[in-house]
């Protein structure tokens, strides 16, 4: 089993519409959460961060945490075709104290005009 | 500011050969790390630098594959006896101190073996 899974889609919405990415990790005790946006071709860009339980909100991005099911979600509201990017979840483990991150697959995101 | 460079962008290599990737991480980021991107895939963590001492190598695939950061600022990727399941992108990311959260992740060395 990987650390981080991820639907891996690819998924597709309207413009104007909500996003939904999920991500399940298996380290019980994994600490800090991440999703990453990658363009095609480029590399691999932080656009959310979150330690705690609950939603971290930043402009059209919630980031959900639900540590209890292992579970870390991103809402994109408002959908833009600039948002077309595949979205990686990182998770840093608790024993990883050097800072190593566990990717998921990534989920490839289409917004359509 | 200068990010996080990379070089070369792309490199072709025949099977059996050697090649070095070179990383130039933000000046002053103590800690450096390299990942390995294959097609389709999520990153997959090869080595950890903390200035110069090399802490993590547990990622490295196999023997063929070195990694050195000498001055702890610039670092080099070495793949010996290059195979064709070496093909993947080759990204560097560094961090300012090691506890700090945000890796900034460099555009990435594409390697194509044949």
């Known amino acids: 089993q990987k650390e981080v899974e991820q639907n891996s889609g690819p998924l597709s919405v309207p413009e104007g519409a909500i996003a939904s990415l999920n991500c399940t990790y298996s380290d019980r005790g994994s600490q800090s959460f991440f999703w990453y946006r990658q363009y095609s071709g480029k590399s691999p860009e932080l656009i959310m961060s979150i330690y705690s339980n609950g939603d971290k909100e930043d402009g059209r991005f919630t980031a959900q945490l639900n540590k209890a099911s292992q579970y870390v979600s991103l809402l994109i509201r408002d959908s833009q075709p600039s948002d077309s990017a595949t979205y990686l979840c990182a998770v840093r483990n608790r024993g990883s104290t050097l800072g190593r991150l566990y990717f998921g697959r990534g989920t490839q995101l289409t917004v359509w005009p | 500011g200068a990010g996080v460079s990379q070089s070369p962008r792309y490199k072709v290599a025949k099977r059996g050969q050697d090649v070095a990737l070179r990383c130039d991480p933000i000046s002053g980021h103590v800690s450096l790390f390299w990942y390995q991107q294959a097609l389709g895939q999520g990153p997959e963590f090869l080595t950890y630098f903390q200035n110069e001492a090399q802490l993590d190598k547990s990622g490295l695939p196999s023997d063929r594959f070195f990694a050195e950061r000498p001055e702890g600022s610039v670092s080099t990727l070495k793949i010996q006896r290059t195979q064709q399941e070496d093909s993947a992108v080759y990204l560097c990311?560094?961090?300012?101190?090691?506890?700090?959260?945000?890796?900034?992740f460099g555009p990435g060395t594409r390697l194509l073996v044949l």
């Open positions: 990311a560094s961090s300012l101190v090691p506890t700090q959260e945000t890796q900034y």
